[in-house]
């Protein structure tokens, strides 16, 4: 009975760390819009984080605060062999 409900409680934590990388790589590429933001005008580029995080704002003047994103999973800003290429210019 005791290994059932380890088993169990295993099962569950596995699932909510999955589940919940799978809820952030969709909320993340869905604030991305396909580069842009949500007036419609495209995402800059500022910078990166020490996780390599990309940092993007929007340039549109009609934003009294221009919105900022944060990109942290590859594939939604670029392609994976794009993101090669980052990597070994940085090194």
Do not use: Q
């Amino acid at each position: 009975m005791e290994h059932i409900v380890t088993t169990i409680i295993f099962i569950a934590v596995f699932s909510i760390f999955i589940g919940g990388g799978i809820w952030a790589y969709r909320n993340e590429k869905r604030y991305w819009n396909n580069g842009h933001c949500e007036c419609g005008e495209p995402w800059e580029c500022f910078g990166n984080d020490s996780s390599n995080a990309r940092g993007y704002h929007c340039l549109n003047p009609r934003h009294e605060h221009p919105p900022n994103l944060w990109v942290s999973y590859p594939g939604i800003d670029t392609t994976w062999s794009e993101r090669k290429w980052i990597k070994t210019l940085k090194t």
